[in-house]
């Protein structure tokens, strides 16, 4: 069984930063993908960040959404993930989700394929 648990989500204004954590709880070592998600009111769900945890290198993956505004990592125990978020716009106005699975091939971003999920924390960008 794993946990995931997101934090750091609240209200920024247009061009603030938010720093996300999800914190993994459990038998994590069969992780070998974390990603994050995101659902805007009236909007499917669509992940735009994952890092590869199954080894040294941590490869990473973007949406070009959020290329160059954002930055996926995890801490050096490997039980924590993080989303740094820069230049917010009011589009990324939404509730994120931190998501993880095993397997490879990360970047695709498919929902189906995550078999953990955190509950979410609301970000809000205001004008």
């Known amino acids: 069984q794993v946990q995931l648990a997101e934090s750091g989500g609240g209200s920024v204004q247009t061009g603030g930063s938010l720093r996300l954590s999800c914190a993994a709880y459990?038998?994590?070592?069969?992780?070998?993908?974390m990603a994050w998600f995101r659902q805007a009111p009236g909007k499917e769900r669509e992940g735009f960040a994952a890092?590869?945890?199954?080894?040294?290198?941590?490869?990473?993956d973007y949406a070009d959404s959020v290329k160059g505004r954002f930055t996926i990592y995890q801490d050096n125990t490997k039980n924590t993930l993080y989303l740094q978020m820069n230049s917010l716009k009011p589009e990324d106005t939404a509730m994120y989700y931190c998501?993880?699975?095993?397997?490879?091939?990360?970047?695709?971003?498919?929902?189906?394929?995550?078999?953990?999920w955190g509950q979410g924390t609301q970000v809000t960008v205001s004008s």
């Open positions: 998501a993880a699975r095993s397997g490879s091939y990360c970047g695709r971003f498919l929902q189906y394929e995550y078999r953990y």
């Open positions: 459990g038998y994590t070592y069969m992780i070998t993908c």
């Open positions: 890092i590869y945890t199954g080894g040294d290198k941590r490869d990473t």
